[in-house]
């Protein structure tokens, strides 16, 4: 491969927040352009032309969401990203929940300490309004415990929501699991798989997964849009969150917008197409990237497990180094220190913390996010970068000697 | 030879204009999210702020009051849902977007010509002291007539309620100043003046704590999270201020409609065109040719080349009557038959010329079958 002339010194960063939003393809920009364009039809327009083209263009897109999933078209509801289709999955089943009781009511929501701001802040809602919410804790891998799960759910729980992959650790949950024992006791599986879509195999029917929420601009596709799959058979329902013209068989009114549809569309055919050969080499440079940084940088630790990850995936702490020092110190890396949302945020990490890291140590931590564009020669750059940042840290000399002289 | 296509269904989707594809294009090049304090993330930053400062000029309003949402489904609904107010009054011809959004809401009923009507209003607010939230639209979407806003807003204010607006057809169309008219809250829909679809924007004008419908991370200062949708607010933005310095192109728009409404007067006695006795915007035309369905209609115009709707689009699909005709005192036989034509600042003569000529060939079959009919 040829060295990439963004190398040098002084020129755009090397892109490695492929977390917070990835650079959109080319091949989804041209299969979306004309939709932004000549064929701006209104899709809920029946009555002529250009509403039934664009009606169609979202159709075929619908079919290759649900296609990477194992899904049928009909369970997937375009939202406006993520964040919506969170909002929606559990204030819309704890709201039908409640204006629908059964004789044995479900008021009671599950869902782990690590979970994206918007799950947790649905929550936080909810038990205003009157739900009962358990926050489980997870272990210091990451990743949720099953027998602390199965004792969490109770016949009164309605719902657990479990992140597929996380966004700041990148460590995957054990899906099928989790599935089948929400399967065993009634209990409805949301899976927010913002950052798993695209990435990794995900099977609804295999994980019995009865809703997951989908985002496009982690997938190369563009923002403003993402969906929500809901399960039919057995049937889950949800009150809306937007209510109006009941598109979306209304539970998601608005007009859709046709473009992001297509984008996201062509973003997830795209992502399961290569989904194969793009993991390998991701994971690849992945360990490359880890390799390099370890053997320079004493006392190095990844944070959450190795094992169960997304191939492009990092989040280290650099003991005795302030993550904030440490990204100021290499200005040529766009990298960050946890999730956008709260990335202007000074606090430390709240997923960190949950893995038991003490405030220092999340503090030092930075996350690294590797993605379809990101090449070799940008993570060697990224490497030596870090590894010379660290090595000029007193902090990091101090525990440098340290090093030497246990060994 | 491509047949010729004539595009008058504006109200449900304008075509992009050239300003807001050149600022999607740029933004769409540019990967960054604008949450992240990175120089990518600091860029996306400064793309949304601008936009920001340009959606809320077309509106007369500070940028710190626009809350970018998907779209005028959503503002609608965080409006209704989030303004805390424990009554909601909504006019009886609202979108289906403010209806649905509070099905429980009292509505003000209007006169034959689409008007809202005052004194209804102000004895519904007499009659109630709890604060409440009053929802009355700029323009319909389906008829084009005005509403009077600020004598709504000062009978609001007046009573003590707050004044919510979905000014989503009037934006763009007509000058539009939030504070003039005295609008707390103020909807706005990309799509509808030439920006993308998927996004659009609630306009807080008052100081208020409104409620988040969607939480998480913060964004919109805590009132609406989600990832921003970057390319999509720069051309909404890109297409506000082009519709602002463009307005007077609807001088044109007006004239075109005014002359396709004279010349289906002179072709058919007995149609009707539906609010023309109110102030209107200048684009929209609603017709009746009474004695044909209006999904005849649209299918036969359909046929010949011509794209007009039945009724709003989010419900074109379904056969049902429209409230917004039927709220008028339209009877059954005057909404059936009524299609919406609407136009925008790229119509030109021919596309009405085109129209006219399908719409009268339509005119003499139906009337020559009814003659058929009669004579049989």
């Not at chain 1, 539970?251 to 859709?256: A, F, N, V």
């Not at chain 1, 940084?293 to 492009?312: D, H, K, S, Y």
């Not at chain 2, 009886?92 to 509505?107: D, K, Q, Y």
């Amino acid at each position: 491969m040829t060295p990439n002339p963004t190398l040098s010194a002084n020129t755009a960063p090397i892109y490695l927040d492929n977390q917070s939003t990835t650079r959109l393809d080319p091949r989804v920009l041209e299969a979306m352009l004309p939709y932004f364009t000549e064929e701006f039809g209104n899709p809920h327009s029946e009555s002529h032309r250009y509403g039934r083209t664009a009606a169609a263009a979202v159709e075929r897109a619908r079919r290759d969401v649900a296609e990477l999933i194992g899904a049928d078209p009909r369970e997937i509801t375009f939202t406006s990203g993520a964040t919506e289709a969170n909002n929606l999955a559990l204030k819309g089943a704890a709201h039908f929940a409640r204006a629908h009781p059964q004789s044995e009511p479900r008021d009671h929501i599950v869902t782990l300490a690590t979970e994206h701001k918007c799950v947790l802040e649905s929550c936080r809602r909810l038990a205003e309004e009157g739900f009962r919410v358990t926050v489980l804790p997870v272990a210091a891998d990451g990743l949720v415990s099953l027998d602390a799960l199965a004792q969490a759910l109770t016949p009164r729980t309605l719902l657990l929501s479990v992140m597929a992959a996380h966004n700041e650790i990148g460590v995957i949950q054990p899906l099928a699991e989790i599935g089948a024992l929400c399967r065993a006791k009634g209990v409805l599986f949301h899976t927010d798989a913002a950052q798993a879509f695209g990435k990794i195999p995900l099977d609804v029917a295999a994980m019995n997964i009865d809703l997951m929420s989908i985002s496009g601009h982690k997938i190369y596709g563009p923002k403003g849009i993402g969906a929500l799959y809901v399960r039919r058979r057995p049937r889950v329902r949800l009150d809306p969150l937007l209510d109006g013209g009941g598109q979306e068989r209304g539970l998601r009114s608005g007009t859709l917008p046709v473009p992001l549809c297509v984008g996201l569309g062509r973003a997830a055919a795209l992502a399961g197409a290569e989904m194969a050969e793009e993991a390998v080499r991701l994971k690849r440079l992945r360990d490359r990237l880890w390799m390099s940084l370890a053997r320079r940088v004493p006392g190095l630790r990844l944070n959450g497990g190795a094992e169960r990850r997304l191939p492009g995936s990092l989040n280290l702490a650099f003991p005795g180094l302030p993550a904030q020092k440490l990204i100021e110190a290499c200005p040529s890396l766009a990298v960050s220190t946890g999730s956008a949302c709260t990335s202007a945020a000074v606090e430390p990490s709240y997923v960190l913390r949950a893995l038991g890291l003490s405030d220092a140590l999340a503090n030092a931590s930075i996350r690294i996010g590797l993605g379809r564009f990101t090449t070799e020669a940008e993570v060697d750059f990224a490497a030596d970068a870090l590894a010379a940042a660290a090595a000029r840290h007193p902090a990091a000399e101090t525990l440098s000697e340290a090093h030497r002289a246990l060994t | 030879m491509k047949r010729a296509e004539t595009y008058l269904d504006w109200n449900a989707s304008a075509p992009l204009r050239p300003e807001a594809a050149a600022a999607i294009r740029a933004a769409l090049d540019h990967c960054g999210n604008p949450s992240s304090v990175h120089r990518w993330g600091r860029a996306g930053r400064r793309i949304l702020e601008e936009a920001r400062a340009a959606v809320a000029a077309l509106v007369g309003a500070v940028p710190e009051q626009v809350i970018f949402t998907s779209g005028g489904t959503e503002a609608n609904n965080l409006a209704l849902a989030g303004c805390g107010r424990a009554r909601l009054l909504v006019s009886a011809i609202e979108h289906g977007s403010v209806l649905e959004a509070a099905p429980l809401a009292e509505r003000i009923p209007v006169d034959g010509d689409g008007i809202v009507a005052l004194d209804a209003l102000e004895r519904k607010l007499a009659a109630d002291p709890r604060p409440a939230l009053v929802s009355v639209m700029l323009a319909n979407n389906e008829t084009g007539v005005i509403e009077p806003v600020a004598a709504v807003a000062e009978r609001a204010h007046r009573m003590g309620a707050l004044l919510h607006c979905d000014a989503v057809q009037a934006a763009g169309k007509i000058p539009l100043d939030g504070r003039a008219l005295g609008a707390d809250l103020l909807t706005l829909s990309a799509h509808k003046l030439g920006g993308p679809p998927g996004i659009g924007a609630l306009v807080v004008l008052r100081e208020l704590d409104l409620m988040p419908q969607i939480r998480g991370g913060g964004q919109e200062r805590g009132r609406r999270a989600g990832s921003e949708n970057l390319p999509g607010i720069a051309g909404f933005a890109a297409a506000a201020a082009a519709a602002a310095a463009g307005i007077a192109a609807y001088d044109d728009v007006r004239r075109l409609r005014d002359e396709l409404e004279r010349a289906i007067a002179a072709l058919a006695p007995g149609a009707v065109i539906v609010g023309a006795a109110a102030p209107r915007l200048p684009n929209t035309a609603a017709i009746a040719m009474p004695g044909t369905p209006a999904e005849t209609q649209v299918i036969a115009l359909d046929l010949d080349g011509v794209m007009v709707s039945a009724g709003a689009a989010c419900s074109s699909g379904k056969v049902r009557a429209s409230h917004v005709l039927e709220a008028m005192g339209a009877g059954p036989e005057l909404a059936g038959s009524t299609i919406r034509v609407s136009l925008g600042w790229s119509t030109t003569e021919t596309d009405v010329a085109r129209f006219l000529a399908a719409w009268a060939a339509l005119y003499r079959r139906r009337r020559n079958l009814a003659e058929g009919m009669r004579a049989a």
